[in-house]
């Protein structure tokens, strides 16, 4: 069983920037795929984005430029940097963790955005 705490979720204005962490209960060395999706109201959940082991990190298009992953492996944590955030990033966060036992999901974080 994989762990995954998120926090870091709070009420930002238009424009402005918040940092999501997720802590991961076992080492981010031995996850194969570790990011960010998000899940608004009324939609579907959706990559936001992630780092692949191996192959390195992979965003959706709507937050290209705007939001960075990063990854502490001494903390086993994972970052998500969001600047020039938008009322349509307004969503609950969750954290993802692909492994060879499985996919697991935290438990998510509430971001909104105000205009």
């Known amino acids: 069983q994989v762990r995954l705490v998120e926090s870091g979720g709070d009420l930002v204005q238009a424009g402005g920037s918040l940092r999501l962490s997720c802590a991961a209960s076992?080492?981010?060395?031995?996850?194969?795929?570790i990011g960010w999706y998000r899940q608004a109201p009324g939609k579907q959940r959706e990559l936001v984005a992630e780092?692949?082991?191996?192959?390195?990190?992979n965003y959706a298009d709507f937050v290209k430029g705007r939001f960075t992953i990063s990854r502490d492996n001494a903390r086993d944590t994972v970052y998500l940097q969001m600047n020039n955030m938008k009322p349509e990033d307004t969503a609950v966060y969750y954290c993802?963790?692909?492994?060879?036992?499985?996919?697991?999901w935290g438990q998510g974080t509430q971001v909104t955005v105000s205009s």
């Open positions: 993802s963790a692909n492994t060879d036992w499985g996919r697991y």
């Open positions: 076992l080492s981010t060395l031995m996850i194969n795929a």
């Open positions: 780092i692949k082991s191996g192959v390195g990190t």
